[in-house]
Nanobody, 126 residues
């Protein structure tokens, strides 16, 4: 079992920045690749970013490339999502998720991620 707890959400003006954190506990953190997803009002859950176990490979949805950065600190069992140049359309509940690196998976497919946090609200005002 892996427990994930997100923090860092809030209200920010368009053009501003936020950094989300996701603290993991339970099984060995480095076994897992980590992802961020989001679900906006009236929308389906959407993949945002993924990072492999070492931090050496990252993936992003096109709409956040160049604005968001995913990173991880394995010594702290924490993954981050630095969000810059925020737009109103980034408003959503952001979820942290873990996928077992030992299992073949489709990066960005929510079904590949076996563990989820409770989510943190990000609201970007225009």
């Amino acid at each position: 079992q892996v427990q994930l707890v997100e923090s860092g959400g809030g209200l920010v003006q368009a053009g501003g920045s936020l950094r989300l954190s996701c603290a993991a506990s339970g099984r060995t953190f480095t076994r897992y690749a980590m992802g961020w997803f989001r679900q906006g009002p009236g929308k389906e859950r959407e993949f945002v970013a993924d990072i492999n176990w070492s931090g050496g490979r990252t993936y992003y949805v096109d709409s956040v490339k160049g604005r968001f950065t995913i990173s991880r600190d394995n010594a702290k069992n924490t993954v981050y999502l630095q969000m810059n140049s925020l737009k109103p359309e980034d408003t959503a509940v952001y979820y942290c998720a873990a996928r077992d690196s030992m299992i073949p998976a489709t990066i960005g497919n929510a079904l590949s991620y076996g563990y989820w946090g409770q989510g943190t609200q990000v609201t970007v005002s225009s």
